[in-house]
């Protein structure tokens, strides 16, 4: 994570380290599908906010609750993104697209990021933990910077893979003395500074590092920790000091200490922020109607201190509390008739249990006896007595009439009906 041009870092690795061994890994082009035209258009120097919009991997998947936006965060974070990447401006954008549409219940963060830069990253992070839709981040990779901006949502389920990580909270700087190195080139710097302006541009590579630019730059990025820390603490104060040295994560090493809820897939992400976001919609509408309920109570009491106003507030307090007392008295006889009402249910609804075995052996009896007999009327409209015994003819005493389908004669009677006709 680096502040403006003065090297300051919360990735774990520097920038060019990172792209070469995605790309040797071949990887990238699952950092970014649509890196070709994206780099066309900024190889012409064209790009433009809504190009960049237009070639961003958003996804949706349809739910119970409605649509789940799924918002990919990858790569190298920066403000406003580069041709591998896209910016947390522009991620901040897509967050609310999702929230102003209307179709979209809640969102998805995906994240595979080792971090970056600090400019941006507390906007993202407070547009995710203020989003009114619920947001759940479903992570490979959120290292630093990512697991600021993570670490926001509402949940976290990390990928079930052995390599996939979290942490790394924490900053660090890097600040650069080429002096030796210029010196054996022999080429000697001069910067020359505006009376006035003894502390410009201070700790540049090109001249000699003090003590006193390692302490301010030091000063800074303890300070930039510090609010990160404070922002993880905001959301997830159950992670213990331990997790804050700047380790990364894995498995259920950050499961046991908070840093993640759960260890699943993206569809496990999917249907999490779906059960959430139907979960939030039931306790609005709980909160509303009991918000109602009050309205209706003080509206009553509004009407009834309006309509008694003498002079004697003790003659005032008797009137409202005989009127309340008739209302109360009105409550509890309706009261009364819904548990008397309540009683004869129940009793109809044990009057129900106790006569459904009877019903469904009546039926069963009722079926028994229709199939027999049609079997009988098959015999008889086939010119054939039927069978005197209990059984079927050929059962030699076994098989009950119930088995009359498998019967030669009932067969032999269908084809014989069958020729008559």
Not at 223 to 241: M, Y
Not at 380 to 402: M, Q, R
Request: proline content about 3%.
């Amino acid at each position: 994570m680096w502040f403006g041009n003065e090297g300051y870092f919360a990735i774990k690795e520097g920038l060019a380290e990172y792209y070469r061994r995605e790309f040797s890994a071949g990887r990238f082009p699952q950092i970014m599908p649509e890196k070709g035209k994206l780099m066309e258009l900024y190889a012409a120097d064209i790009i433009t906010k809504d190009e960049i919009n237009r070639y961003t991997p958003v996804s949706a998947q349809e739910t119970k609750s409605g649509l789940i936006a799924v918002i990919s965060v990858t790569g190298i974070m920066t403000k406003f993104g580069q041709a591998c990447a896209y910016g947390t401006d522009q991620i901040i954008s897509q967050i609310d697209a999702a929230i102003s549409d209307p179709r979209i219940t809640a969102i998805v963060m995906k994240w595979h990021t080792p971090g970056g830069e600090v400019a941006g990253t507390k906007a993202l992070g407070v547009a995710i933990r203020q989003s009114p839709k619920v947001v759940v981040s479903y992570v490979s990779q959120a290292d630093s910077a990512g697991y600021w901006g993570a670490s926001q949502s509402k949940e976290i389920i990390l990928e079930d893979s052995a390599d996939a990580e979290v942490g790394s909270i924490g900053v660090y700087g890097i600040v650069w003395d080429e002096t030796k190195a210029l010196e054996q080139q022999g080429v000697s710097v001069y910067i020359v500074r505006a009376e006035g302006s003894e502390d410009k541009a201070l700790g540049m590579s090109m001249e000699p590092i003090n003590e006193s630019i390692l302490i301010d730059r030091k000063k800074s990025v303890t300070a930039i920790r510090a609010e990160f820390v404070n922002e993880v603490k905001t959301t997830r104060p159950n992670i213990p000091e331990e997790a804050f040295t700047g380790k990364t994560y894995r498995g259920k090493d950050a499961v046991k200490l908070n840093l993640v809820d759960r260890i699943g897939s993206l569809q496990d992400a999917i249907l999490r922020a779906d059960f959430l976001s139907r979960k939030q919609a039931r306790q609005t509408q709980l909160n509303q109607s009991n918000n109602n309920n009050k309205a209706e109570e003080m509206g009553f009491f509004n009407e009834l201190f309006a309509k008694h106003k003498p002079s004697d507030a003790a003659a005032a307090e008797a009137l409202a509390d005989q009127e309340i007392a008739q209302k109360d008295e009105k409550i509890n006889a309706l009261t009364g008739d819904v548990n008397a009402k309540d009683v004869k249910i129940n009793e109809l609804q044990a009057k129900v249990q106790e006569l459904e075995p009877k019903a469904q052996e009546y039926d069963k009896i009722k079926a028994d006896y229709e199939a027999n007999a049609q079997y009988v009327q098959n015999l008889k409209d086939a010119g054939i007595n039927p069978p005197v015994s209990a059984t079927d003819a050929n059962a030699d005493g076994e098989k009950k009439l119930k088995s009359y389908e498998k019967a030669p004669w009932n067969a032999l009677a269908m084809k014989m009906r069958e020729n008559q006709q």
